[in-house]
């Protein structure tokens, strides 16, 4: 059976693929969703995900996510749902394993400083960053640089986008200035990251003893698998319970965009990739009870887990750490490796800070204490 005759009409297809940036010879034996899946996972950029923070710093535990641990719980999440829809599943698995290659160190605390840095010369953010990555900064191949994903794969990979930064994309930023949707695959990609880190933050933030299950209950979503789990289970002890309620959390969130999806499209009948671009809103979607209890679990981890007493205390930290190396690089090109130093040597300002952003953010966790360590003689 052919991809085509499995694939929905809607689906993003390698026969209705708007190609490569630059033209490459087929695979043999491989799709081209398949390769730049491939690309993905063999980028350096992807390694070092490891070792970067999701929301516990790399060495606060052992079995806390990651941004790689993540980004394979993304992956999974789209696929089922991908499946369940007739959508493109590679295509799909290559979105969500590339959407946070673009990271810094040290999770948004990170990012959030970098951008403060950058602030005079065009600013950073972290997900312009990623398509950065697999265009530009990955050097890996001797006739183009970056990883020559195709237009899909890239274009699912930039979720959102100012309007400056658009015309400076050309082709891939059209659609912010068009207003239009992006395909189906790069939509689902971006509501399984939601459906995952709501999922495993409550896991981590209990397993951290930052959040109780006294607080978790007064979450919808929560508290509905928490009463039929208990009736259920009435003896069992906290760990298998979160478990138990986590993975139901999950099962009910999915099996439901899903269903509403299938509607939406049932609904809107799209005959074409083109016609889900433009559409007016997206069409992959919770239902409205859904989305309302998925929004209050975000917005509680908000309050409750990533601003709690004990994290800001470590965001401060690495805060500080950051801003220190941006202002050592920036001032004394010398500090960074020979490549970042002599691309920075031939820049202007605004170049030569972005050369420095580009370092630092592609440092793991501990690589970047390891440099601080290194400049300031303290640890
Ligand atoms: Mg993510």
Known sequence: MKPEDYLAPYAASEARSRGRRFDEPRAKYRGEFHRDRDRIIHSTAFRRLVYKTQVFVNHEGDLYRTRLTHSLEVAQVARTVAVALRLNETLTEAICLAHDLGHTPFGHAGQDTLNACMRDYGGF???????????????????????????????????????????????????????????????????????????????????????????????????????????????????????????????????????????????????????????????????????????????????????????LAMTKKVQAMLKKLFETYITDVEQMPLEFSSAAGRADETGRARVVADYIAGMTDRYAIAEHTRITGKA
Do not use: W
């Open 125 to 311: 953010e972290h997900n312009l960053q990623s398509l950065r990555v697999v265009d530009e900064l990955e050097a890996k191949y001797a006739d183009f640089p970056g990883l020559n994903l195709t237009f899909e794969t890239r274009e699912g990979i930039l979720k959102h986008c100012s309007a400056r930064n658009a015309r400076a994309l050309g082709e891939i930023g059209e659609r912010f200035l068009k207003r239009q949707q992006p395909g189906l695959e790069a939509q689902l990609a971006n509501v399984a990251d939601a459906i995952a880190y709501n999922n495993h933050d409550v896991d981590d933030g209990f397993r951290a003893g930052l959040l109780s299950l006294k607080q978790l209950r007064r979450q919808p979503l929560f508290e509905t698998q928490y009463a039929e789990v208990h009736r259920r289970y009435p003896d069992l002890e906290d760990r298998r319970l979160i478990y138990e309620i986590i993975r139901r959390m999950i099962d009910t969130v999915v099996s439901d965009l899903i269903d509403e999806t299938q509607r939406n499209l049932d609904e809107a009948a799209p005959r074409s990739i083109d016609e889900v671009r433009s559409a007016s809103q997206p069409l992959v979607r919770f239902s409205a009870p859904v989305f309302e209890q998925h929004v209050a679990l975000k917005q509680f981890l908000n309050r409750h887990l990533y601003r709690h007493e004990k994290k």
